[in-house]
């Protein structure tokens, strides 16, 4: 499938249409969209509604219509796509004297009006030209949406407000620093209690295979044997590690939990562990810091013009 920029129409607001028959949707995310860029689908019925992260910058939507039997007129081709009361006219791409895909990408502008839109429609249309509307169901865009901002956030892309993540709600919290952590003697947070999260293993396999050539059967059972190793030896992990580690696979773009977990703590417990060995600590927090010479028994006192 081919998509190609098109210049977004301005056009009025039309009557808006109860579509009662308009599927619940699931939508899939793909990194499969114009020039390789990611995007999230949902097939329902014999359309594939589209929102992609256009290689402008912006967000792309896209209506491919599958086995239609569409004659395009002759002159400017376009297809109407309505959500609620928001309007916009697509480009179509033929195949076969039959048009196959309508599409186009949205300027910054009118990226509210549709996010807005989103927010309380629960369906849309495709008016094709000279054609009676094909309804689609929205549910679950704006959430798809959203997951598609923070991926293109992760991966050093962007896209136009209000599709960008909020803020953190603390930014100023300083990050741990695992590896400095590492290499201090001992456990900072010795007794916190930490359980192993209950992740959904399921889920996250489904959505975690966009730049992986692993099947859902290959990452589901990887988890499930990171789980059971991470339930077997969980408190034998340092809590300050366990924190800090738990820390990172919260990232929202880290789906595969257990094995990042997994390796997080082996790695970073194993780093401790030769540390100690190099400094000869015996991994008590009575090791450090050094206590003060003058409260060793037998220690001289400082004197008098000593600093």
Request: net charge negative; proline share 8%; aromatic share 6%.
């Amino acid at each position: 499938m081919r998509l190609l920029p098109a210049a977004i129409l301005a056009i009025g607001t039309l009557c808006a249409t109860s579509y009662a028959h308009a599927a619940d949707p699931d939508w899939i995310f793909a990194n499969s969209g114009p020039a390789g860029q990611p995007m999230v689908m949902s097939h329902q019925g014999t359309l594939d509604i589209m929102f992609y992260r256009a290689t402008s910058g912006t967000v792309g939507i896209a209506i491919h219509q599958r086995h239609g039997r569409y004659r395009n007129p002759k002159g400017v081709e376009t297809a109407m796509v309505m959500i609620g009361k928001f309007t916009i006219a697509l480009q179509i791409f033929s195949t076969n004297q039959k048009w196959d895909t309508a599409g186009g990408d949205l300027n910054p502008d009118t990226v509210p009006d549709l996010v807005n839109a989103l927010k309380a429609a629960a369906t849309g249309a495709l008016i094709p030209f000279e054609h009676e509307p094909v309804p689609f169901s929205v549910k679950g865009a704006l959430a798809a949406l959203d997951d598609l901002a923070r991926y293109a956030t992760q991966h050093g892309e962007s896209l136009p407000p209000p599709l960008q993540p909020a803020p953190a709600p603390h930014a100023t919290t300083p990050v741990v620093d695992i590896e400095k952590l590492a290499h201090h003697p001992y456990d900072t947070q010795h007794g916190r209690r930490l359980t192993l999260p209950q992740y959904d293993i399921a889920a996250n396999c489904d959505r975690a295979h966009i730049e992986m050539q692993d099947t859902d059967g290959e990452c589901v059972s990887a988890e499930q044997k990171s789980q059971a190793a991470l339930t077997a030896h969980w408190t034998g992990y340092d809590s300050d590690l366990r924190a800090a580690c738990l820390s990172l696979v919260s990232d929202p773009g880290r789906l595969e939990k257990y094995q990042a977990l997994l390796m997080c703590l082996s790695r970073y417990q194993d780093d401790r562990r030769q540390w100690q060995l190099v400094s000869g600590s015996s991994g008590s927090d009575d090791i450090m810091p050094a206590k003060n010479p003058a409260q060793q028994g037998g220690a001289p006192a400082a004197t008098a013009g000593s600093p």
